[in-house]
């Protein structure tokens, strides 16, 4: 179950992830490239994790709020986030069930970013992120690259989807993490049937800091897939 390992990860993922390079020099960068100007927007961030988006954003003016499956990760979201006059708030909410909290039309944009791959079924979360986004708002999420994860995992046949056991080592501990991986039409198509417009479909360059930073890592995520972005529209009816 997804929610306990996020609850089990805790203090060494929200550490991990502060500082990680494909989070800090490759992700959260390619999201804001996405999102563009946020200032003065309402944004809702899903699976927030930790709150590090959630805190970028709000230090470039937007209004957050952050969901998370895990309540373990919303508490470090609101520490982290509890110098932001109030402009990021968090709450448990899992993706997989009705957002019945949320109005109708009450974002101008949604942050998805590195979560929806631990959804099995994306129809309730994306019909959720549409209802409550406004007409001509945008969506701006990424999953793992299918090729990356076909790749690197060994998986004998690209167009399964399928829920794959991986080890990561967080912390200095190898961790047992779950995900579904599943290949890059089935992705597309569930966007498009969601009602949604691709606008923009990118796999993104790190910044190039992170050359310094970390070389070794700059050189595998210049050269290999690591993560797939998407720019969706909400269209105005
Ligand atoms: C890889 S982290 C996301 C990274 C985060 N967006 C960031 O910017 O640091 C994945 C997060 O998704 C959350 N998550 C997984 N399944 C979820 C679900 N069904 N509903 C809500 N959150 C979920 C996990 O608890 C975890 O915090």
């Not at 709150?51 to 969901?67: D, K, N, S, Y």
Request: charged share 25%; net charge negative.
């Amino acid at each position: 179950m997804v929610t306990e390992q996020y609850d089990d990860l805790g203090a060494e993922y929200a550490e991990h992830t502060a500082s990680s390079v494909i989070n800090a020099y490759y992700d959260r960068p390619a999201i804001l490239a996405l999102a563009g100007d946020v200032a003065g927007k309402r944004v809702l961030d899903v699976g927030c994790a930790a709150g590090h988006l959630a805190a970028q954003l709000a230090g470039l003016g937007a209004t957050v709020t952050g969901i998370d499956s895990s309540s373990v990760m919303v508490r470090m979201a609101e520490e982290l986030c509890n110098d932001r006059d109030g402009r990021a708030t968090f709450r448990r909410a899992d993706l997989a069930e009705p957002l019945d909290f949320l109005p109708d039309d009450s974002f101008d944009l949604v942050t998805a970013s590195l979560v929806l791959h631990y959804l099995k079924d994306w129809d309730l979360a994306l019909a959720e992120l549409r209802r409550v986004l406004r007409p001509g708002g945008a969506v701006v999420l990424s999953v793992h690259h299918p090729g990356e994860d076909w790749h690197w995992l060994d998986r004998t046949d690209y167009f399964r989807t399928e829920l794959i056991t991986d080890e990561w080592t967080v912390g200095g501990r190898p961790r047992t993490v779950r995900f579904y991986r599943r290949p890059l039409s089935w992705t597309f198509a569930a966007l498009r049937e969601a009602g949604f417009e691709v606008d923009q479909l990118v796999e993104p360059m790190p910044l190039p800091e992170c050359e310094t930073v970390d070389p070794q890592w700059f050189k595998r995520l210049s050269t290999t897939p690591r993560f797939l972005y998407f720019r969706l529209i909400n269209p105005p009816a």
